[in-house]
């Protein structure tokens, strides 16, 4: 009997011990810590392109205007843009034991495109642009219960063009390696209404003034000041600056991604999107049959259904296969298909090359033709309702591929606080002879 | 609009990997939690996916932008 009371205390005081280790653990996990940073990731990458097909002079090389008065407008796309963002993440702690992330990113590229130089007929506008955007987000992560909640907010500014962006995002784990992901984002943008300054009698209401293709306001420029001026039709009160008009974009997002085995993963991701508003670019020209000049004009309301599967398999040591396909529909009357595959091959465990191909397919939207393709009747005025020469919205194929590394050696790259190394190279053809190089670094700092 | 058919593979696409599914410890996702196997595009992968949805007239499904933020569709 005392022998049987010694083994119960002998269990009892072992029991004890074992769960005051398990208490002891997750209050060490879950204790309170500031927000710290834990990595800064820096991308800087050059982009280089050519091509004959420019929206900006209606989709070529064009003339503009008939006889003694024609303008050639050249088609090229040339254009290089230089790329970098930066981006901080800190990591904290809560009482409660959730895990804080914040994302804070600063992102500035400058192009300088040949085409935007025809923004006016003369060949004057200036052909550089810079665009800055900064960044915010915050995740809040329940490591016990496998859940999160984030949300973000999102600046882009560039001479032409402002957004704005909302987006808030939940996160759930199930205990069999799947994780369901929703998200709803809003970009309230606005589109600077600068048109093309050509001499069409179409616009011009009188000396230093044009009329918007869509009378929604007059541009008068004052001629020694030289100063902008937009007015609402029939007010003689002027605001300074060019007009805006409102483009809206608004996305749900849903992706449920599974482990199925040690070495295989798959993702399925849906986005449902809806754009409303101005949706042309002011400076896109189109070039109909009678070579009358007009600017884009496209519906104010597009629906996108895109939806996308991931499968990433770890082969062996050494290879793994990433490989991603994507359906897109919308109501413009564009489908598409993307294919990708990318074979990243461990040399070491810290050093890896990665041969990428991406295939991609897509049909024409209904508003698409070619220069001098868009047709006006008897008396001069479009046939079609909605009309663009941008050859986004054309019918073509495309082949990009190209070549990456990435150095990750534990503990770092040595005497530095450089903790990865990646380089991307890639090559991109599309069947409308637009051609294009990118090459990327990425830095992760630790 | 997707069509049915679409709609049906993706869900049978689903149904077979989750139904063949085999439960990995934390300990054992030293594999699935390689930098590149991250069910996502990377970093360095931005501009391109930028300059694709200039250039291309469709976007999204791939944990990037779906349209508006920028001067392209």
């Given at each position: 009997m005392k022998k049987l009371s010694l083994t119960l205390i002998g269990l009892y005081v072992l029991f004890l011990h074992g769960f005051s280790q398990v208490s002891q653990k997750y209050e060490d996990i879950f204790q309170s810590k500031p927000l710290k940073l834990e990595e800064i990731n820096l991308v800087t990458s050059y982009y280089s392109q050519n091509g004959s097909h420019s929206a900006v002079t209606g989709g070529g090389t064009s003339l503009l205007g008939l006889g003694a008065n024609a303008v050639t407008l050249p088609g090229s796309e040339k254009l290089n843009d230089f790329s970098n963002m930066l981006e901080l993440k800190l990591v904290g702690y809560g009482e409660t034991g959730n895990r804080h992330t914040i994302l804070a990113g600063l992102g500035i590229d400058h192009h300088t495109a040949a085409s935007q130089k025809y923004i006016t007929a003369s060949g004057a506008s200036s052909p550089d642009g810079t665009r800055v955007y900064p960044s915010l987000n915050w995740t809040m992560e329940n490591l016990n219960k496998g859940t999160e909640v984030g949300i973000g907010t999102y600046y882009s500014h560039e001479y032409n063009y402002n957004s704005f962006a909302l987006d808030g995002h939940v996160g759930f784990k199930n205990k069999t390696g799947g994780e369901f992901g929703a998200k709803v984002s809003a970009y309230l943008d606005q589109v600077v209404l600068i048109y093309p300054k050509d001499d069409s009698t179409l616009y011009k209401t009188g000396t230093n003034s044009l009329v918007t293709p869509y009378d929604q306001f007059v541009i008068k420029t004052?001629?020694?000041?030289?100063a902008v001026y937009s007015y609402l039709p029939g007010s003689t009160s002027g605001s300074t600056g060019y007009p805006t008009a409102s483009r809206n974009t608004f996305t749900a997002s849903l992706s449920y991604s599974q482990v199925i085995n040690k070495s295989l993963q798959m993702a399925i991701l849906f986005d449902a999107v809806k754009q409303e508003g101005y949706l042309s670019l002011p400076f896109h020209r189109v070039i109909f049959n009678n070579h009358l000049e007009r600017y884009e004009k496209l519906p104010n309301s597009r629906t996108k259904l895109p939806i996308g599967f991931r499968l990433n398999y770890f082969i062996g040591d050494d290879v793994i296969i990433r490989s991603y396909y994507r359906y897109y529909t919308d109501d413009w009357g564009l489908t598409s298909h993307t294919a990708s595959i990318e074979i990243p091959y461990k040399i070491t465990p810290f050093f890896s090359v990665s041969p990428f191909y991406r295939y991609y397919t897509q049909t024409a939207t209904k508003y698409f033709a070619p220069l001098y393709q868009h047709k006006v009747d008897a008396a001069a005025?479009?046939?079609?309702?909605y009309y663009t020469s941008n050859y986004a919205s054309s019918a073509f194929n495309s082949n990009y591929y190209g070549l990456g590394m990435r150095s990750a050696p534990p503990g770092g790259f040595k005497n530095t606080y450089l903790a990865s190394l990646e380089v991307r190279y890639g090559h991109y053809v599309q069947t409308t002879d637009l051609n294009s190089n990118v090459i990327s670094l990425h830095f992760t700092f630790k | 609009m997707i069509s049915k058919k679409f709609t049906l593979f993706s869900l049978l696409l689903v149904f077979l990997f989750a139904s063949s599914c085999e439960t990995v410890k934390e300990y054992q996702k030293n594999r699935l939690n390689d930098?590149?196997?991250?069910l996502s595009s990377r970093k360095v992968e931005k501009n391109e996916m930028n300059f694709q949805s200039y250039k291309e007239g469709a976007a999204g499904a791939n944990g990037g932008k779906t349209g508006g933020g920028c001067g392209c569709n």
């Amino acid at each position: 009997m005392k022998k049987l009371s010694l083994t119960l205390i002998g269990l009892y005081v072992l029991f004890l011990h074992g769960f005051s280790q398990v208490s002891q653990k997750y209050e060490d996990i879950f204790q309170s810590k500031p927000l710290k940073l834990e990595e800064i990731n820096l991308v800087t990458s050059y982009y280089s392109q050519n091509g004959s097909h420019s929206a900006v002079t209606g989709g070529g090389t064009s003339l503009l205007g008939l006889g003694a008065n024609a303008v050639t407008l050249p088609g090229s796309e040339k254009l290089n843009d230089f790329s970098n963002m930066l981006e901080l993440k800190l990591v904290g702690y809560g009482e409660t034991g959730n895990r804080h992330t914040i994302l804070a990113g600063l992102g500035i590229d400058h192009h300088t495109a040949a085409s935007q130089k025809y923004i006016t007929a003369s060949g004057a506008s200036s052909p550089d642009g810079t665009r800055v955007y900064p960044s915010l987000n915050w995740t809040m992560e329940n490591l016990n219960k496998g859940t999160e909640v984030g949300i973000g907010t999102y600046y882009s500014h560039e001479y032409n063009y402002n957004s704005f962006a909302l987006d808030g995002h939940v996160g759930f784990k199930n205990k069999t390696g799947g994780e369901f992901g929703a998200k709803v984002s809003a970009y309230l943008d606005q589109v600077v209404l600068i048109y093309p300054k050509d001499d069409s009698t179409l616009y011009k209401t009188g000396t230093n003034s044009l009329v918007t293709p869509y009378d929604q306001f007059v541009i008068k420029t004052n001629a020694s000041s030289g100063a902008v001026y937009s007015y609402l039709p029939g007010s003689t009160s002027g605001s300074t600056g060019y007009p805006t008009a409102s483009r809206n974009t608004f996305t749900a997002s849903l992706s449920y991604s599974q482990v199925i085995n040690k070495s295989l993963q798959m993702a399925i991701l849906f986005d449902a999107v809806k754009q409303e508003g101005y949706l042309s670019l002011p400076f896109h020209r189109v070039i109909f049959n009678n070579h009358l000049e007009r600017y884009e004009k496209l519906p104010n309301s597009r629906t996108k259904l895109p939806i996308g599967f991931r499968l990433n398999y770890f082969i062996g040591d050494d290879v793994i296969i990433r490989s991603y396909y994507r359906y897109y529909t919308d109501d413009w009357g564009l489908t598409s298909h993307t294919a990708s595959i990318e074979i990243p091959y461990k040399i070491t465990p810290f050093f890896s090359v990665s041969p990428f191909y991406r295939y991609y397919t897509q049909t024409a939207t209904k508003y698409f033709a070619p220069l001098y393709q868009h047709k006006v009747d008897a008396a001069a005025n479009p046939v079609e309702s909605y009309y663009t020469s941008n050859y986004a919205s054309s019918a073509f194929n495309s082949n990009y591929y190209g070549l990456g590394m990435r150095s990750a050696p534990p503990g770092g790259f040595k005497n530095t606080y450089l903790a990865s190394l990646e380089v991307r190279y890639g090559h991109y053809v599309q069947t409308t002879d637009l051609n294009s190089n990118v090459i990327s670094l990425h830095f992760t700092f630790k | 609009m997707i069509s049915k058919k679409f709609t049906l593979f993706s869900l049978l696409l689903v149904f077979l990997f989750a139904s063949s599914c085999e439960t990995v410890k934390e300990y054992q996702k030293n594999r699935l939690n390689d930098a590149e196997m991250a069910l996502s595009s990377r970093k360095v992968e931005k501009n391109e996916m930028n300059f694709q949805s200039y250039k291309e007239g469709a976007a999204g499904a791939n944990g990037g932008k779906t349209g508006g933020g920028c001067g392209c569709n």
